[in-house]
């Protein structure tokens, strides 16, 4: 089936150190994003990317950095430039005509 | 910019009771799109329906209806007699299109508990 594969599920970081989410996809879609989610907070975007090898900021995109080398793959590097990383992550997919997002099931960062 | 204010942070109901969750949105661009998607106690988003800016016509699925009215930017969603399944997380997001397709942006969501 196809769908949107995020990993892992649970994540802990220490201070000082940058971790990598993983976001993979086999439905052929264009399109990725990564978007944060904290209480209260509704979902915000952090870094999309429209096609391989090309990604544009989004509103909160200070501490992480991302590449898309392969369509199928996006994935997240949050650095130990972000402040206050601990969050929910989403990952995100969609074809660029087609403006219906599938989403991951979610990476959940703390940090110790 | 673009806008999606939910001002229900928490809504409560009793099993059966309808409810409406309310979303208002801001944009300048005269196509786009808005989005209703419900989010779980396991996280993942589920997309509910996408609507246009050029359709207007309410919508019903099943126990979910719909009222998109332009003259006052709402995006309102209903359910009707509510189900203790429905206690989730409900965004409403929007998506620009004149602007050069932009990814979506979200409202801060309504959790909705239904008590049995």
């Known amino acids: 089936d196809g769908g949107i594969t995020q990993s892992p599920k649970y994540l802990f970081r220490k201070e000082g150190q940058n971790v990598t989410l993983s976001c993979e996809q086999n439905l052929n879609h264009d399109a990725m994003y990564w978007y944060r989610q904290d209480p209260g907070q509704g979902l915000r975007l952090i870094y999309y990317s429209q096609i391989v090898n090309d990604f544009q900021k989004g509103d909160i995109a200070e501490g992480y950095s991302v590449s898309r080398e392969k369509k199928e793959s996006f994935p997240l590097t949050v650095t130990s430039a972000q402040k206050n990383p601990t969050a929910f992550y989403l990952c995100?997919?969609?074809?660029?005509?087609?403006?219906?997002?599938?989403f991951g099931s979610g990476t959940r960062l703390t940090v110790v | 910019a673009q806008k999606v204010t939910q001002a229900q942070t928490e809504i409560s109901v009793v099993e059966k009771e309808d409810v409406t969750l309310d979303c208002v949105y801001e944009?300048?661009?005269?196509?786009?799109?808005l989005f209703w998607y419900k989010q779980p106690p396991s996280g993942e988003l589920v997309f509910l329906i996408r609507r246009n800016s050029f359709d207007e016509q309410n919508e019903i699925s099943g126990r979910y209806s719909w009222n998109f009215q332009k003259s006052t930017s709402s995006f309102n969603f209903t359910i009707t007699a509510s189900q203790v399944v429905d206690s989730a997380v409900y965004f409403c997001a929007l998506s620009e299109v004149d602007s050069g397709n932009t990814p979506l942006v979200f409202g801060k969501g309504t959790r909705l508990s239904v008590i049995a």
């Open positions: 944009t300048r661009d005269t196509t786009y799109y």
């Open positions: 995100a997919s969609s074809k660029v005509v087609d403006r219906g997002y599938t």
